[in-house]
């Protein structure tokens, strides 16, 4: 069982910047692929970021990806997402996600991760 905590959600500005962190415990995360993912009230969930076993592959959503980056640490066991020029439309719960890969450089940005974080909210007021 991996167990996995987001953390760094907030209420911030448009124009902001914030860092969200997943902190996993039970299971050393090298053998995951890592997965954020997000949802606005009223929508339905959507791939933000996804990151190899390795870290040496990742990928995040056309919609954000001159604004977001994806990060990991496994000797800490912790996966990042940092989130750049915020807009009012990136109002929502942020989860991380993790699934076990096979192979070092396997990505996923569909939603058919294994294990979930209870998510963090974040709050873009304009």
């Known amino acids: 069982q991996v167990q996995l905590v987001e953390s760094g959600g907030r209420l911030v500005q448009a124009g902001g910047s914030l860092r969200l962190s997943c902190a996993a415990s039970g299971r050393s995360l090298r053998t995951y692929t890592m997965g954020w993912f997000r949802q606005a009230p009223g929508k339905e969930r959507e791939f933000v970021a996804t990151?190899?076993?390795?870290?040496?592959?990742?990928s995040v959503a056309d919609t954000v990806k001159d604004r977001f980056m994806v990060s990991r640490d496994n000797a800490k066991n912790t996966v990042d997402l940092q989130v750049n020029s915020l807009k009012p439309e990136d109002t929502a719960v942020y989860y991380c996600?993790?699934?076990?890969?096979?192979?070092?450089?396997?990505?996923?940005?569909?939603?058919?991760?294994?294990?979930w974080g209870q998510g963090t909210q974040v709050t873009v007021s304009s």
């Open positions: 996600a993790a699934r076990w890969a096979l192979s070092s450089d396997y990505v996923a940005v569909t939603d058919d991760y294994t294990y």
């Open positions: 990151i190899s076993r390795s870290g040496a592959i990742a």
